[in-house]
């Protein structure tokens, strides 16, 4: 149930704001770690919850850090080795 609510959550908020869908199997570990950090008790659901609905300034936050993540080389490696998988 857990998964199923933050999968569907993400995919609100890729739609919402576009994100290229070369982008989006980073999206899971990206809301983790920032609610993991964020101040309070946030679960990754709620924070994209949160940016997708109520907080603009919070979703482009996450955009832009999920561009600057997207650019590592190991983000490139992963999300080759995420498409070789679904291939």
């Known amino acids: 149930m857990k998964d199923e609510a933050l999968a569907t959550e993400l995919a609100v908020f890729a739609a919402r704001y576009a994100v290229p869908l070369g982008k989006v199997p980073l999206l899971p570990t990206l809301f983790e770690a920032t609610a993991a950090k964020a101040p309070g008790k946030w679960t990754a659901a709620a924070l994209a919850v949160e940016a997708t609905y ?34």
Do not use: H, M, Q, S
């Not at 603009?56 to 650019?71: C, G, N, Q, R, S």
């Open 54 to 87: 109520r907080n603009p300034e919070l979703a482009e936050y996450l955009l832009k850090a999920l561009d600057e993540i997207a650019e590592t080389d190991i983000a490139k490696d992963y999300l080759l080795g995420f498409a070789e998988e679904v291939a």
